[in-house]
RNA sequence: GCCAGCGUAGCUCAGCAGGUAGAGCGACUGACUUGUAAUCAGUAGGUCGCAGGUUCGAUUCCUGUCGCUGGCUCCA
């Protein structure tokens, strides 16, 4: 008996009942016999020693497939599992996952300690070296639980109870150990390559905080060692980028025990960059039919009563304060101000979309463990606005905001970032506003709104916010954390709470829709993001100082006053530094400091009216004379050209 | 908030068999008067996060507390 499998050149290749994936490998060519570490059937990535399928469509996998490292990350976490049941028999295991560039597992019952795991490695070294075979057993649901139960393994007892009932219960075996799994893995483990522990963290039984707190140990894997030492260069050079390091080094913002936690202090070259993004801001939502508005940083309690924060929000709120009669709270989100701004007067079908918007400055009570730089703070300003609009009108006024925030990620240079819509959860909708019309309307208006202007987007269904679907930009950290900027969020709630309606066509009172929209999002968040995504080398028009005049010598100082008063003429931000300085000395600081341009004057220029012009990134351009300069700086702000194009420097 | 680690001069860090602290950069002072990424010399600056405990003696060990960092949960 023969059967028959499609490969993905399209070829057919015939083999004996009985045999395996392996020895179709070996059947192709010992390289590949070699190499292989998994085969892809129909799509679903196997162990090499399962038998062939006839008809199936095979790829075998090598360590050079996306799925194939996984296969040997996973088996690289079993290893991990099995080097540390060695050293703590009295260990629990949880799960251990794949993850992006390796691995984790969690354990429970042993406090361990950073100086753990170099002997973790050196124990799964002697495991690697020793090429167990690891072996696929399927076992019976009783089997399966008395081997955990006797072994006291608590957190695996508890995976399979929760197996559906025609679930297939298998358990690989790796010398003495052995894991419930679904596998696939490595035909052993002595094909792991290269691995390292990296950190220890705490982290919830099954992601929920009211259960164990269990020990987690990440770690990476890659197939060649190359690649890890690129990994780690690319860890360290994050951390160069990291904001916080680069804020406090340039003077862009402080935090302070003193102040409080998450308060941050705005210093003044964060300020200055802070401004210009408001200025820039406003300008352009005001040219786009935006209303801005000033409200009050506190509220009354009774406020967010009307709009259901008080009962859903409040945890997240600092508390009241009792005056007189009143019960005030600093507000954590704008949105019900600018429902009673919306209120303020009889809106007409006409009026719509109306949109109001606001720098507005939010307090809320975030976890201390979640505080991070700017970031994650408890005091932000959000780049915020509410649409107001009638319900034919969410996908016109949807495309406008999304190609908003597309005109302000342009203009500040920003490419690596992706859009997720998130939906309400379908196996579950009892947890939303009840409206299934609205909802699946709203949801196609969006989709279709990301089809038309041609865009890319990730689905997220159960993410959507419980009044609504919305979208999100997501961005990435230096620390490679996912991270929203950008928010565009359909609300058919609030209008409901606070009673909002237009008069429509027909003379009766309607009810509007609101869309809560953020672009920049936070400033803290956004400016941190910059500072990121620049390397703290912010381009010209957001530069606090975009040209720096350093004189050569000591005569040199009233020209140096004049280049400056030109520049700030012209409404640039130039500064001087005539300090009696070596030169050399001078330049150094004005690049350490990251300013765009560096301008020397000595007796030649002062001489020829000129400067020598030295911008980062770029190093000498040469002198040139002041005007063309001063030409060349206001073309490279008034067009928001950045100061290093990615990859460069 | 939870788990773990860390907390030494303005900054980056050394000091880890317990004997009241060091370096580089920065700051200040003086000399040098400078031509494209660090001139030389000197000076000042620290209750070693805070509070207890152990000890003849604690930056060093223990406990608590505050803060920071990583992760979990949460989230702009």
Known sequence: MQVKVRLKDGSERALP???????????????????????????????????????????????????????????????????????????????????ENGFYYDFADHAFTPEDLPRIEEEMERIIRADYPVEREVWTREQ?????????????????????????????????????????????????????????????????SSREMLTRIYAVAFAKKQDLDEHLRRLEEARQRDHRRLGKELGIFMLSREIGQGLPLWLPNGAKIRRIIERYIVDLEESLGYQHVYTPHLASVELYKISGH????????????????????????????????????????????????????????????????????????????????????????????????????????????????????????????????????????????????????VEAPGEAAFYGPKLDVQVKTALGKDETLSTVQLDFHLPNRFDLTYVGEDGRPHRPVVIHRGVIGTLERFI???????????????APVQARIVTVGADHEPYAHEVEAALRQAGLRPEVDARSEKIGYKIREAQVHKIPYTLVV???????????????????????????????????????????EPGEA
């Open 528 to 542: 941190a993001f910059l500072i990121e995504q620049y390397k703290g080398a912010f381009p010209a028009w957001l």
């Open 310 to 457: 008080w009962e859903h929000y409040h945890d997240d709120m600092y508390p009241p304060m009792q005056m007189d009669n009143e019960q005030l709270v600093l507000r954590p989100m704008n949105c019900p101000h600018h429902m009673m701004v919306y209120r303020s007067e009889l809106r007409s079908y006409r009026d719509l979309p109306l949109r109001i918007a606001e720098l507005g400055t939010m307090h809320r009570y975030e976890m201390s463990g979640a505080l991070a730089g700017l970031q994650r703070v408890r005091v932000m300003t959000l780049n915020d606005a509410h649409i107001f609009v009638r319900p034919d009108q969410i996908q016109e006024e949807f495309s406008r905001v999304v190609q908003l925030i597309q005109r302000v990620y342009r203009d500040f240079g920003i490419r690596d970032y992706y859009h997720r819509l998130s939906y309400r959860d379908p196996a579950d909708t009892t947890k939303y506003v009840q409206n299934d019309e609205m909802w699946e309307t709203a949801q196609r208006m969006l989709r279709q709104a990301m089809d038309e202007l041609g865009l890319d987007y």
């Open 144 to 208: 399966a639980l008395n081997y955990f139960r006797e072994r006291g393994e608590r957190f695996k007892v508890e995976i399979i109870e929760d197996l559906p009932a025609d679930a297939v219960i298998t358990v690989y075996r790796q010398g003495e150990f052995l894991d419930l799994c679904r596998g696939p893995h490595l035909p052993s483990t002595g094909r792991i390559k290269v691995f390292k522990l990296m950190s220890i963290a705490g982290a919830y039984w099954r992601g929920d």
């Open 17 to 99: 009942q009985g045999a395996t994936w392996a020895d179709l490998a070996a059947a192709i060519g010992p390289r590949l016999a070699k190499e292989a570490v998994a085969a892809r059937v129909n799509g679903q990535v196997a162990d090499l020693s399962r038998p062939v399928e006839d008809g199936a469509q095979v790829e075998i996998l090598t360590l050079q497939d996306p799925e194939g490292l996984d296969v040997m990350r996973h088996t690289c976490a079993h290893v991990m599992a099995q080097a540390v049941k060695r050293l703590w028999p009295e260990v629990k295991m949880a799960i251990g996952p794949v993850i």
């Open 602 to 644: 000595g007796d030649k220029e002062a001489a020829s009216r000129t400067v020598s012009v030295r911008r980062y990134g770029q190093g000498d351009l040469g002198a040139m004379p002041l005007d063309s300069f001063i030409t060349r700086l206001r073309q490279e702000v008034d067009s928001k050209a950045l100061l290093v």
